[in-house]
Antibody, heavy 118, light 113 residues
Framework: QVRLQESGPGLVKPSDTLSLTCTVS????????WSWIRQPPGKGLEWIGY???????DYNPSLKSRVTMSVDKSKNQFSLKLNSATAADTAVYYC????????????WGQGIQVTVSA | DIVMTQSPDSLAVSLGERATFNCKSS????????????LAWYQQKPRQPPRLLIY???TRESGVPDRFSGSGSGTDFTLTISSLQPEDVAVYYC?????????FGQGTRVEIK
């Protein structure tokens, strides 16, 4: 069974860079798209972007100027960096898997709460 | 961006009764070349990640009870719970994967009447 686990700081200062890592276990990172999705407190879901195992990326235009994703196949991990963080970036951040032929986010991490505050 | 609009925002249904809620996309998510609707449904319980229920608008994910069913095509979709159970109390989201940015509806909250 594939498992995803987010890790990183739970508190980020305004204007700093929010950095998270997702570790994939029980399966290979190869041949899939890997996404980050966030959920502000009491609100709905926002897709941040994806990275393919080969390294190609697609980001939500609303965040594109501040987002960088990377993949480390040797560690079965992928990462998110969101720079110039503000209070509006406070959210639960999820990583999720998306199969190559499309159709759905089939496996999700448990999520990590990130608060942007001084 | 494709805007996904769900209705109602919340509904209360008696145990054992049918729950039906809707999702409308601002443009068609039906891909003509394969006749597939690029639409998924997720269930989210408090303090849990979303759980995939339905993809391709009507294909039930493995392990999902058969009381959950999805229907619709083009821009209008429906998720139906045929007989509401206590464990179905949750927020339900639709999501389009027809084109990026992939977008979600605002959610429908289901409660017990």
């Amino acid at each position: 069974q594939v498992r995803l686990q987010e890790s990183g700081p739970g508190l980020v200062k305004p204007s700093d860079t929010l950095s998270l890592t997702c570790t994939v276990s029980g399966g290979s990172i190869n041949s899939y798209y890997w996404s980050w999705i966030r959920q502000p407190p009491g609100k709905g879901l926002e897709w941040i972007g994806y990275i393919y195992y080969s390294g190609s990326t697609d980001y939500n235009p609303s965040l594109k100027s501040r987002v960088t994703m990377s993949v480390d196949k040797s560690k079965n991990q992928f990462s998110l960096k969101l720079n110039s963080a503000t209070a509006a970036d406070t959210a639960v951040y999820y990583c999720a898997r998306y199969p190559p032929l499309g159709s759905r986010f089939d496996f999700w991490g448990q999520g990590i709460q990130v608060t942007v505050s001084a | 961006d494709i805007v996904m609009t769900q209705s109602p925002d919340s509904l209360a249904v008696s145990l054992g009764e049918r729950a039906t809620f809707n999702c409308k996309s601002s443009q068609s998510v039906l891909y003509d070349s394969n006749n597939k609707n690029y639409l998924a449904w997720y269930q989210q319980k408090p303090r849990q990640p979303p759980r995939l229920l339905i993809y391709w608008a009507s294909t039930r994910e493995s392990g999902v009870p058969d009381r959950f069913s999805g229907s619709g095509s083009g821009t209008d979709f429906t998720l139906t719970i045929s007989s509401l159970q206590p464990e179905d109390v949750a927020v339900y989201y639709c999501q389009q994967y027809y084109t990026t940015p992939w977008t979600f509806g605002q959610g429908t909250r289901v409660e017990i009447k």
